[in-house]
Nanobody
Framework: QVQLVESGGGSVQAGGSLRLSCAAS????????MGWFRQAPGKEREGVAT???????SYADSVKGRFTISKDNAKNTLYLQMNSLKPEDTAVYYC????????????????????WGQGTQVIVSS
């Protein structure tokens, strides 16, 4: 059974950094498109970043240059390094996975992902 478990959320002041982790069990990351999504209060869930099986990455415009997605296949762990955080980054962050190539799907569409973590809260104060 596939399980995704996020960690690393917390509270930070604007301009600070956090690193989120997503540990997977039940499958190997190497053959999946992985993504980070977030949902702010009162808003729909949105895609933040994706990483393909070959390591290629994509980012939402709102986080380009500030966030970095990466993965460690040996540890079956996905990461999201978040720098220069802003109050508008406040949200619950989720990792997601689907057994497809990112390049063949609408990678920022939450409906194409099969597996989800429980989410981790990130709060950025001004």
């Amino acid at each position: 059974q596939v399980q995704l478990v996020e960690s690393g959320g917390g509270s930070v002041q604007a301009g600070g950094s956090l690193r989120l982790s997503c540990a997977a069990s039940g499958y190997t990351y190497s053959s999946y498109c992985m993504g980070w999504f977030r949902q702010a209060p009162g808003k729909e869930r949105e895609g933040v970043a994706t990483i393909d099986s070959d390591g290629s990455t994509s980012y939402a415009d709102s986080v380009k240059g500030r966030f970095t997605i990466s993965k460690d296949n040996a540890k079956n762990t996905l990461y999201l390094q978040m720098n220069s955080l802003k109050p508008e980054d406040t949200a619950v962050y989720y990792c997601a996975a689907v057994q497809e190539l990112c390049a063949t799907i609408s990678r920022f569409d939450e409906n194409v992902y099969s597996f989800w973590g429980q989410g981790t809260q990130v709060i950025v104060s001004s």
